[in-house]
């Protein structure tokens, strides 16, 4: 991995960790796609759930662009990626329904 290609995507990391920050401790859920404040039941719990899930997946982000660029995992680290950013953007379409009416 190129120094350049570990700048991108630690700072697609360290981005997604500041979003995910900005939405779970200041409640920034206006943030989250497709928030509509009539139909949120429980904006806090809204806040804590997909923020937290997205200071994960930075996290996750970061940490593979430095095994990426230490040679560590090859192919099999970003397909473990891409399933892991998959399953997590299930997780908050899914989960995401409890704190809205339905």
């Known amino acids: 991995m190129s120094l350049v290609r570990l700048a991108i995507v630690l700072s697609s990391g360290i981005f997604t960790v500041a979003l995910g920050y900005q939405i779970r401790y ?4 206006r943030l989250v796609a497709g ?5 949120v039941v429980d904006g806090t719990g809204l806040a804590r759930f997909v923020g937290g899930l997205l200071i994960a997946v930075g996290a996750v982000t ?3 662009g430095v095994l990426d660029y230490l040679d560590r995992g090859g192919e099999v ?4 990626f ?3 950013v998959i399953v997590a953007t299930a997780v908050v379409i899914v989960g995401s329904n409890r ?3 339905s």
């Open 26 to 29: 200041r409640g920034m859920v």
């Open 62 to 64: 970061a940490a593979i």
């Open 99 to 101: 704190y809205t009416r």
């Open 77 to 80: 680290l970003w397909y473990a």
């Open 82 to 84: 891409s399933a892991f």
């Open 35 to 39: 928030y509509d404040p009539e139909e």
